[in-house]
């Protein structure tokens, strides 16, 4: 599939809403970070050496012996994506957004399920990624693993024997592994019991971001948690320690889920329905209010207090809802006011045939 229909699509595989607790857990993430020998890190690089960067995955893609691993990728230049199509790549969560910057040098590749992605030259020369729904990261590791290893059979990799994989930021040194899940945690937040929880993270080696990683928002009760230390441990026991923490977080949502309904179930009961009769007949909805519904709705249907609503519909309205994908669909930019009233038609048209 062309990268040009995944920018046209808003549905991801991540937002399937399948796999081990995925009432909490919307998705799992691997990358990893990989430089190639010889070559400055990126930021130090002139375009024939970025040109260089390229050139080289375009061999290691086209190689035979590796194609089985490495499956149906397309590599496009970032340049030929218009600034809407690079954001929606954002939303998605296939790339960055500090990959956003300076497209000309940029390139991305996509598999065509858009499980995997690989942005180049962006704070690395390689950045590898393998994103699935649910909680899922030993399987998102093994892919990563697989096409990690299928690359290496053309390229050369910066590494030391002692440090590990050299990167352009020290605090990726050694496996060069981020991996992550995005947690929905809303009972948390309301029983005012999040901030103790993620405090704790960090004793643990784990950081928290928001909705689209380092400096954004905890949009819609969403968080990211992933590793901090990279050097002087193996994957495994990177993606280990992650999986035991998120399943501690999992089952603090969860009775805290128990709590809030016990305390008040008239008051959780109140907030879901307000939230999805404001989904479902608003005719002006901001971006903020309409991820504060969708959380409120999801957390609804977890509960079992909504039925017939699929939660991979709220995964994949995250994305449908953003200014970049409503002005895809509408043709042309729009002005704030005009993408909140087109937001509340869109949404109202999704949830037309949902119970009243």
């Given at each position: 599939?062309?990268?040009?229909?995944?920018?046209?699509?808003?549905?991801?595989?991540?937002?399937?809403?399948?796999?081990?607790?995925?009432?909490?857990?919307?998705?799992?993430?691997?990358?990893?970070?990989?430089?190639?020998?010889?070559?400055?890190?990126?930021?130090?690089?002139?375009?024939?050496?970025?040109?260089?960067?390229?050139?080289?995955?375009?061999?290691?893609?086209?190689?035979?012996?590796?194609?089985?691993?490495?499956?149906?990728?397309?590599?496009?230049?970032?340049?030929?994506?218009?600034?809407?199509?690079?954001?929606?790549?954002?939303?998605?969560?296939?790339?960055?957004?500090?990959?956003?910057?300076?497209?000309?040098?940029?390139?991305?590749?996509?598999?065509?399920?858009?499980?995997?992605?690989?942005?180049?030259?962006?704070?690395?020369?390689?950045?590898?990624?393998?994103?699935?729904?649910?909680?899922?990261?030993?399987?998102?590791?093994?892919?990563?693993?697989?096409?990690?290893?299928?690359?290496?059979?053309?390229?050369?990799?910066?590494?030391?024997?002692?440090?590990?994989?050299?990167?352009?930021?020290?605090?990726?040194?050694?496996?060069?592994?981020?991996?992550?899940?995005?947690?929905?945690?809303?009972?948390?937040?309301?029983?005012?019991?999040?901030?103790?929880v993620l405090n704790a993270l960090g004793k643990l080696g784990l950081?928290?971001?928001?909705?689209?990683?380092?400096?954004?928002?905890?949009?819609?009760?969403?968080?990211?948690?992933?590793?901090?230390?990279?050097?002087?441990?193996?994957?495994?026991?990177?993606?280990?320690?992650?999986?035991?923490?998120?399943?501690?977080?999992?089952?603090?949502?969860?009775?805290?889920?128990?709590?809030?309904?016990?305390?008040?179930?008239?008051?959780?009961?109140?907030?879901?329905?307000?939230?999805?009769?404001?989904?479902?007949?608003?005719?002006?909805?901001?971006?903020?209010?309409?991820?504060?519904?969708?959380?409120?709705?999801?957390?609804?249907?977890?509960?079992?207090?909504?039925?017939?609503?699929?939660?991979?519909?709220?995964?994949?309205?995250?994305?449908?809802?953003?200014?970049?994908?409503?002005?895809?669909?509408?043709?042309?930019?729009?002005?704030?006011?005009?993408?909140?009233?087109?937001?509340?038609?869109?949404?109202?048209?999704?949830?037309?045939?949902?119970?009243?």
């Amino acid at each position: 599939m062309a990268i040009k229909e995944i920018v046209n699509r808003s549905h991801s595989h991540w937002m399937d809403a399948e796999g081990a607790d995925s009432d909490i857990v919307i998705s799992s993430r691997v990358r990893v970070a990989r430089n190639l020998a010889g070559i400055p890190f990126p930021h130090l690089l002139n375009k024939e050496k970025s040109n260089e960067v390229i050139h080289a995955l375009r061999l290691a893609l086209k190689n035979q012996e590796a194609a089985d691993v490495l499956g149906n990728l397309e590599l496009c230049e970032l340049s030929e994506l218009t600034p809407l199509e690079r954001q929606i790549l954002v939303d998605k969560h296939l790339i960055s957004p500090d990959f956003l910057n300076k497209p000309e040098a940029r390139t991305v590749v996509l598999r065509d399920d858009e499980v995997v992605s690989i942005m180049v030259n962006e704070e690395d020369h390689l950045r590898i990624q393998c994103l699935l729904p649910g909680l899922a990261l030993m399987e998102a590791w093994n892919i990563i693993d697989k096409i990690d290893d299928g690359l290496e059979k053309t390229l050369d990799y910066a590494f030391c024997e002692k440090l590990g994989y050299l990167t352009s930021c020290p605090t990726n040194v050694g496996t060069g592994m981020r991996a992550s899940v995005m947690l929905h945690l809303p009972a948390l937040k309301l029983t005012k019991q999040l901030y103790g929880v993620l405090n704790a993270l960090g004793k643990l080696g784990l950081t928290v971001r928001g909705l689209y990683g380092e400096g954004t928002e905890a949009l819609g009760d969403l968080y990211q948690i992933s590793n901090q230390i990279t050097l002087g441990q193996s994957e495994e026991d990177i993606t280990n320690n992650l999986i035991s923490s998120t399943r501690q977080i999992i089952a603090q949502e969860r009775a805290a889920r128990q709590v809030l309904y016990q305390k008040g179930a008239q008051a959780v009961e109140d907030r879901v329905y307000r939230a999805y009769g404001t989904l479902k007949y608003a005719r002006i909805l901001t971006s903020e209010e309409a991820m504060r519904h969708i959380s409120d709705l999801r957390l609804g249907v977890a509960m079992k207090i909504i039925p017939g609503i699929r939660v991979s519909l709220l995964n994949e309205l995250m994305v449908k809802i953003r200014p970049a994908f409503l002005s895809k669909i509408f043709g042309r930019e729009m002005t704030p006011p005009e993408r909140d009233v087109y937001r509340a038609g869109l949404v109202r048209k999704e949830f037309a045939g949902l119970p009243c």
